[in-house]
C-alpha cells in the first residue's frame, strides 16, 4: 500500500526531533548560543532552495505580522528547549513537546474550522495514554529540576502548536515561511549573543547538524506535510518524538527506560501505522480524510 506522501514527511520530521536532544548536549553550548548557531545555519540552508531575488517579497500587513510573531513565538521556543535540557533527562525535555499534536488537534476545529472526528478523538485518545505511560516513571520521580526543566518544554510546545496554526492560515511556500519565521528569530537573538564556549569540529559538526537537519529540513518536512493531509490526523505522528528520544537516552546516554516506556511506545507507534495505513486506504478509495 503506498503511503500519503504528508504523513511520511510529518513522521521523518518526528523522528528527527526526538533526536535533536543528543545533538544539543554533544554542542557543549550555552542554551542561547546553540539557539543563535542553529537559527543561523538554518537560515544559510534555507537561503539556498528559495528562488533567486525572492528572499524579499511584499507581503500583506497581516501576513507580515503573523510572520514576525511566528518568529518570535520560534525564538522563545528553542531558549526553553535548550535550558529544559540542561535542567532534565532528554526523554523529560522531549516528552511535553509530544503534547503539541493534542494543542493543534484540540484547537483546529476553532482556528481552521476543521470538524472533530470519532476518529480523531480515537487516535488521539490512544496516543495520550502511550504518552501517559511513558511519563510515569518520570512523574513519580519527579524532582525540583525536573519540573523546571518539564515547565520550560511545555511552554516551548505550546509556542510551536500556535506557529503550526498560524502556518495553515498564510498561504505561501512552505521553504519561504520557514525561512522567514528562522531569520525574525535569528535577528530576536542577535543583541543578546556573546559567544563565551569555544568549539572544536566534534562541536561545530553537532550544532551544524541540529541547525541544517533538525532545523532546517525537520521544520520544511513537517509543515510541507501538514499541507497534504487533515492536519488533526498528521500531528498526531508527533508523538513518535518521545519515543525516538527515550530509545536515544538509552543507547547514548546510558538513561534508564522502564516497562511503561515500552508499553507506552507500543501504543504510539500502534496509533502512528492506524493513522498512516488507514487514513491512506481511505483517501485511496475516495473517502474524505
Not at 500583506?60 to 518570535?72: A, E, P, R, T, V
Not at 476553532?110 to 510515569?136: D, N, P, V, Y
Not at 518520570?138 to 523546571?148: A, E, G, H, W
Not at 511552554?155 to 519561504?176: H, P
Request: aromatic share 16%.
Amino acid at each position: 500500500m503506498q503511503i500519503n506522501q504528508g504523513y511520511l514527511q510529518v513522521l521523518i520530521a518526528s523522528f528527527l526531533w526526538g533526536t535533536i536532544g543528543a545533538f544539543a548536549r554533544w554542542s557543549g553550548l550555552a542554551p542561547l548560543e546553540l539557539s543563535f548557531f542553529r537559527l543561523l545555519f538554518a537560515v544559510l540552508t534555507l537561503s539556498f532552495f528559495l528562488p533567486r531575488k525572492k528572499e524579499f517579497v511584499v507581503f500583506y500587513l497581516k501576513d507580515c505580522l503573523l510572520i514576525c510573531f511566528c518568529g518570535l513565538l520560534f525564538a522563545a521556543d528553542c531558549l526553553l528547549f535548550f535550558h529544559a535540557l540542561r535542567l532534565t533527562t532528554l526523554s523529560n525535555a522531549v516528552f511535553p513537546y509530544s503534547l503539541q499534536p493534542a494543542f493543534v488537534g484540540v484547537l483546529t476545529p476553532l482556528f481552521l474550522k476543521e470538524r472533530l472526528e470519532w476518529k480523531f478523538i480515537l487516535s488521539f485518545t490512544l496516543s495520550l495514554a502511550g504518552l501517559g505511560l511513558l511519563l510515569l516513571p518520570s512523574i513519580v520521580k519527579l524532582s525540583y529540576l525536573d519540573l523546571n526543566g518539564l515547565l520550560l518544554a511545555l511552554t516551548g510546545a505550546i509556542c510551536l502548536s500556535v506557529i503550526t496554526l498560524i502556518s495553515r492560515l498564510l498561504i505561501m511556500n512552505v521553504y519561504r515561511f520557514v525561512y522567514y519565521e528562522m531569520l525574525i528569530a535569528f535577528f530576536c537573538l542577535l543583541p543578546f549573543i556573546k559567544m563565551n564556549s569555544s568549539l572544536v569540529f566534534y562541536n561545530w559538526f553537532a550544532v551544524i547538524t541540529v541547525g541544517v537537519i533538525h532545523t532546517a529540513l525537520a521544520y520544511v518536512y513537517y509543515y510541507e506535510g501538514l499541507k497534504k493531509v487533515k492536519i488533526q490526523y498528521g500531528v498526531t505522528l508527533g508523538y513518535f518524538a518521545p519515543v525516538v528520544a527515550a530509545l536515544a537516552g538509552l543507547f547514548l546516554f546510558g538513561e534508564a527506560i522502564s516497562i511503561f516506556t515500552v508499553l507506552g511506545g507500543l501504543l504510539i507507534v500502534t496509533n502512528g501505522i492506524i493513522v498512516v495505513f488507514y487514513q491512506t486506504d481511505s483517501q485511496r478509495r475516495g473517502n474524505p480524510c
